[in-house]
């Protein structure tokens, strides 16, 4: 309850805080200076409810003389400066001040009263007022108009390395005005350094990293939802967003803040690093929670012209050719330094008066589109039309779409010249269309044709060259493919070939599943999800089976999807709902599972009747088995399987009350098309995502961890993740931890079980359940280590930390998935401590 109390502490101070500025009376409030006025250093102004101050500041403890003029978020201050006036020409002593003149707006005078600093601001008048609004922004307006459009000078259109909620970035290309940011020189030194950030518009918009004169790292062209290499962007468990302009006068975009989503600003720091900063109130620090360039494939063009670069373990860049493509050069490939690129196997047969040629296309599937900056985009065409004028076109060498918004192909194009540069895998990235010479299909023959002249002498060297070269070709084939599920699934697997199993599995026909789930007829439904509809069914030799319908939306080929179902099927555990047979018919996908009498978990435990069923004992059991089957997929497999969704709904228990994980693999054989809403949808289900996950989209076994505790918590306790008031806390977790860190864990536990409860084992399970959702997820121990806690009593369990927490606002408490799309109010807050 002191949780509570300090919840009410803070809303007072706050609602004070509001009252005193709204409350100002006559007379100069402190976030205005009116004309004539003027502030000197140590005096500052306030924005009206106190959250932003302007003042004279010195970055450096060692060089205290400099003084600069600045606006800081006031929570934490001048460690945080957002903006500054005199950045190239500091003060030399605290003499400053800064005057509010009726000619040219505002001026920062030195001691012996030289303009430092002016804001040039045109219009300005006896009637101009300078004040620091609450956004942040510095504005020169006329005293009785208060509109953003009378604005006669504004600090958001001349950004120092911040970006804050509200400000534009980009270029108006009428008027030339640009909003970019720029570095610092250092961590202490405002001065201008090295970075500058800003919207490139040759091409598709862009976001460009320059270091000096060079590119260091693109977030990729626009494709009218996202930056092609920042597909996060587009989640819909967004804290902020970005409002993109892409007219003929304007690329712009505004950075806006979803409701409740703490302060935010995006920094571009002094090593060209952007991060994107949350400030935590309870704790009071500045928490990095996403940052770019992330990996060394986002370093621009690191893999030279038509490479292809991948991360495979996120130290070092691992470059390939596309297919068709050889290293240029072997030998400084086989150093790892790949930037003089790759070069076509067979040259491209374009006729060259550019009527009639047989070259193909060949998909690269997922990835970051290349730099744009010489391509020629036609917003027009369809990509029919694209391809067609990119065959007819010699200089053409690849085409994509070039905005992905609305059904199909997309609309308009892109049609690179010459060649390609800094393309990259990317989970959801998108397809790049590659030209290639028709001859270029049978590669080895073209290899063996090359061996037969070549006298003996030199024969040893070129095979060991080409030895190099295929060694190359195969690995950049196997990594395509590992790619391909790469890109769809976010993971790599153990190295194992496609297409290479003798196939078990059955392919039953569509004619015999139609007849046995009476032509899929509602009452044979068994339930819908995210994925589609499953029907009970009982197929031509007796055997009673339930029957997933896949939603249309799966991007994959027949091929791909039959691959991944082999696969999928020879994962077999107890714990895990055993896959029979699957049927590919047109464009329906239906895979066939064993039929599981008992219902899913969530309509025992979330149910005042069915509750009661569940005893502990047998709640336990559900707990160590759903702990077994996530260990089988995470390691004892050949695959490492990420569920991704795991929850309660998706844990079916079987006549003897024994759980089994279904729909696991789902992502694998959905394919990539997670922004594509609710049926399409391979993401987590709010509650049981973790906070990486559902806020950068970084994922790993680790979040299965995270849902698994969450799934632990709600089996102890008969709660809902999903509950927005649980127990006068904002959710579950809150709730959790409340009882847990006042020693009262065991009023967790659920009253129906109150006769056959051992609180000794429930205790434990809420203590490992906690651990599991913690907030990092190197914090979180790995599922192995989970079920040696579970079944081992003797095993010491650690002490888990204050988790974070989401809590959601606007939740609809639907028992199906798709509710989760609807969800976009949400605000992260952190339980307060009560001691
Ligand atoms: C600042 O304002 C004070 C009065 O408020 C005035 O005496 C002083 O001369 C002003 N300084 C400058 C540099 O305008
Ligand atoms: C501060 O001092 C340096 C060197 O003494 C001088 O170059 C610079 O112009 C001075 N700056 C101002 C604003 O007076
Ligand atoms: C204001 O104008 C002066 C003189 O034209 C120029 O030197 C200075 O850089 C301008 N200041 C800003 C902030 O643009
Ligand atoms: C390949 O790269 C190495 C090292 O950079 C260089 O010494 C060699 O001359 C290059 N070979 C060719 C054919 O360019
Ligand atoms: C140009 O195109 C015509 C008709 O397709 C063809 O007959 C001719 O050989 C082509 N010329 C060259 C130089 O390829
Ligand atoms: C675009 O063309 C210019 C001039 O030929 C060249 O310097 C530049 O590298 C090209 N950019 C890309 C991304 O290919
Ligand atoms: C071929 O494509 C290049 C670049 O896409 C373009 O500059 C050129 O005008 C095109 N040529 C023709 C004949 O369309
Ligand atoms: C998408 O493109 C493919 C070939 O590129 C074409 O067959 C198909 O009809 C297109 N679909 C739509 C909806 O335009």
């Not at 994922?699 to 709600?714: H, P, R």
């Not at 659920?750 to 651990?771: F, P």
Request: charged share 20%.
């Amino acid at each position: 309850m002191a949780v509570l109390n300090l919840v009410a502490l803070i809303f007072a101070t706050l609602l004070l805080l509001l009252r005193r500025s709204s409350g100002a009376g006559a007379g100069i409030s402190s976030d205005t200076l009116n004309s004539g006025g003027n502030i000197t250093d140590g005096e500052t102004l306030l924005s009206a409810s106190g959250s932003f101050t302007l003042g004279f500041f010195s970055p450096s403890t060692t060089v205290p003389t400099k003084r600069y003029l600045g606006i800081w978020f006031t929570a934490s201050g001048t460690d945080a400066v957002l903006w500054v006036a005199n950045r190239d020409t500091p003060l030399n002593s605290s003499s400053g001040v800064l005057v509010m003149s009726s000619r040219v707006g505002l001026r920062l005078l030195d001691g012996s009263g030289q303009t430092a600093w002016s804001s040039n601001t045109t219009g300005a008048s006896a009637s101009s007022v300078a004040q620091l609004l609450e956004s942040g922004n510095l504005v020169v307006r006329e005293q009785s108009s208060s509109a953003s459009a009378a604005f006669q000078w504004q600090s958001f259109d001349h950004p120092s390395n911040t970006l804050l909620a509200g400000m534009r970035f980009g270029k108006n290309l009428k008027t030339g005005l640009e909003w970019s940011l720029t570095s610092w020189r250092a961590k202490d030194d405002p001065a201008t350094g090295a970075y500058r950030r800003v919207m490139d518009t040759r091409g598709l918009p862009d976001i460009v990293t320059w270091q000096g004169s060079a590119k260091k790292y693109r977030a990729g062209p626009w494709n009218g939802r996202w930056f092609s290499g920042v597909p996060e962007m587009d989640s819909q468990y967004k804290l902020f967003y970005i409002q993109m302009v892409d007219g003929p006068d304007e690329v712009t975009y505004v950075l806006s803040i979803t409701a409740g989503t703490p302060f935010t600003r995006i920094v571009l720091d002094e090593v060209g690093k952007v991060q994107v900063l949350l400030w935590i109130p309870s704790s009071r620090v500045w928490k990095e929670f996403t940052w770019l360039p992330r990996d060394a494939c986002d370093d621009y063009a690191s893999c030279g012209v038509f490479g292809l670069c991948n991360v495979d373990d996120a130290s070092a860049p691992s470059c390939s050719c596309a297919v068709g493509f050889s290293p240029v050069n072997a030998s400084e490939w086989s150093r790892k330094a790949a930037s003089g690129g790759c070069q076509r196997d067979v040259p491209l047969e374009c006729d060259r008066n550019g009527t009639v040629t047989t070259d193909r296309f060949t998909p690269v599937h997922g990835v970051k589109l290349p730099d744009t900056d010489n391509a020629t985009v036609d917003m027009g065409a369809t990509l029919e039309q694209c391809r067609a004028r990119c065959l007819a076109n010699c200089s053409c060498v690849a085409y994509a779409p070039a905005d992905i918004r609305g059904e199909g192909n997309g609309s308009g194009c892109v049609m690179w010249k010459d060649n390609i540069v800094d393309v990259r895998y990317k989970e959801n990235g998108q397809d790049l269309y590659l030209r290639l010479a028709k001859s270029e299909s049978g590669k080895r023959g073209h290899v063996a044709t090359i061996l037969v002249p070549v006298m003996a002498s030199v024969l040893v060297l070129t095979a060991a060259g080409l030895y190099l070269v295929w060694i190359c070709k195969l690995r950049a084939k196997r990594r395509n493919k590992d790619n391909l599920r790469k890109a769809i699934l976010g993971y790599s697997t153990a190295p194992y070939e496609l297409g290479d199993e003798n196939v078990e599995l059955p392919f039953v026909s569509f004619e015999d599943i139609a007849a046995a789930t009476n032509n899929f007829s509602e009452d044979n439904m068994l339930g819908q999800g995210g994925f589609g509809k499953v029907y009970k069914g009982m197929l031509p030799d007796n055997k009673v089976v339930a029957i997933k319908r896949l939603g249309k939306g799966s991007r994959q080929g027949a091929e791909e999807f039959r691959n991944e179902v082999v696969l999928i099927a020879k994962l077999q555990h107890r714990n895990l709902v055993r896959l029979l047979g699957c049927c590919i018919h047109g464009d329906e996908r239906l895979l066939i599972y064993e039929y599981l009498p008992n219902k899913s978990l969530d309509c025992f435990i979330f149910d005042a009747a069915s509750k009661y069923l569940l005893d502990w004992p047998t709640r336990f059991k559900i707990i160590k088995g759903v702990s077994r089957g996530l260990l089988y997929l995470h390691q004892d497999s050949r695959l490492t399987i990420i569920h991704r969704d795991l929850k309660t709904s998706n844990i079916l228990l079987d006549a003897d009350m024994s759980p089994k994980i279904s729909d696991f693999g789902m992502a694998r054989i959905f394919g990539g098309n997670q922004h594509e809403a609710n049926t399409n949808r391979v993401v987590g289900t709010y509650g049981y995502m973790s906070p990486e996950y559902a806020m950068d989209g970084a994922f790993s076994v680790k979040s299965d961890t995270y849902s698994f505790g969450v799934i632990v918590l709600e089996i102890i306790s008969g709660l809902k993740i999903s509950l927005t008031h649980c127990k006068g806390f904002p959710n579950l977790l809150a709730y959790a931890w409340s009882l847990w860190i006042n020693d009262r864990a065991t009023d967790l536990v659920d009253s129906s079980l109150a006769k056959s409860c051992s609180y000794s084992e429930a205790l434990r399970c809420i203590q490992i359940g906690l651990l599991c959702v913690q907030d990092n997820p190197d914090s979180r121990p790995l599922i192995s280590s989970v079920v040696t806690m579970l079944e081992n009593e003797t095993t010491p369990v650690p002490v888990p930390i204050q988790p974070m927490y989401f809590s959601y606002r606007g939740t609809t408490q639907g028992t199906d998935e798709n509710t989760s799309s609807s969800m976009n109010n949400m605000s992260l807050t952190t339980v307060l401590e009560g001691r």
